[in-house]
């Protein structure tokens, strides 16, 4: 079936440092990607989108980068700093494109 | 939250009882849509709407009913028939049904006693 899912639950950083979420996804037909972060208690807030037809986009220190030919998904954060600190989840549109499908979310913890 | 109204914000149920979350948005979006998301997991889909009067099942709806009179309301119940009902509920919106942002709400943490 479909399904999304990050390479690793936790991910620890020095702030400062760059940081690379990655996301695999199984539906080769998806044509949208998002990644959301989320912290504690609060519902999920968005970062940066990319479609099917592009590689990557850019938006303020955050980079998405879309692999479709191993159909893999990645989040990059420069300069990350405590406030990045959350959950972070990627998600793909279904094959109806009626819906995402969101992944279990990689913890992200930066330390000062 | 993105024009998105959760309430309440926590909610206590006793088992047996049916309990309504509500959700309203103001975005003018046509989509909405609600999740479930359990502690460590992700968020699954139970409902979703792409227009006033038509709505579909998710991943996980059994125990689970909705209704969409309005474009900006998009209540979810839960009833005794939900074995396991204890879970943070959000309520999502899009202007474009799938492909398209989703605008979340703040979450309704449901426990029940």
């Known amino acids: 079936g479909e399904s999304v899912g990050l390479h690793l639950p936790t991910l620890s950083v020095q702030e400062g440092d760059n940081s690379i979420i990655n996301c695999a996804y199984s539906?080769?037909?998806?044509?949208?990607f998002i990644w959301y972060k989320q912290e504690s208690g609060k519902g999920p807030q968005f970062i940066i989108d990319?479609?099917?037809?592009?590689d990557k986009r850019q938006g303020q220190r955050v980079t998405v980068l879309l692999n479709k030919t191993v159909k893999h998904l990645s989040l990059q954060i420069a300069a990350t700093q405590p406030g990045d600190s959350a959950v972070y989840f990627c998600?793909?549109?279904?094959?109806?494109?009626?819906?995402?499908?969101f992944g279990k979310g990689t913890t992200l913890s930066v330390s000062s | 939250d993105g024009g998105i109204t959760q309430s309440p914000k926590y909610l206590f149920r006793k088992e047996g009882q049916n309990v309504t979350l509500s959700c309203e948005q103001n975005?003018?979006?046509?989509?909405m849509y609600w999740y479930r998301q359990d502690p460590g997991q992700g968020l699954r889909l139970i409902y979703y709407?792409?227009?006033?009067?038509?709505?579909q099942k998710g991943d996980i709806a059994e125990g689970y009913s909705v209704s969409r009179e309005k474009k900006e309301s998009f209540p979810l119940t839960v009833t005794s028939a939900q074995k396991n009902p204890t879970a943070f509920y959000l309520c999502?919106?899009?202007?474009?049904?799938?492909?398209?942002?989703?605008?979340f709400g703040p979450g309704t943490r449901l426990t029940v006693l």
């Open positions: 999502a919106s899009s202007g474009r049904q799938g492909s398209d942002e989703q605008f």
């Open positions: 539906n080769s037909a998806s044509d949208y």
């Open positions: 990319i479609r099917s037809n592009m």
């Open positions: 998600a793909e549109s279904n094959q109806a494109g009626t819906a995402l499908i």
């Open positions: 975005l003018n979006h046509d989509a």
């Open positions: 709407s792409q227009i006033v009067n038509d709505f």
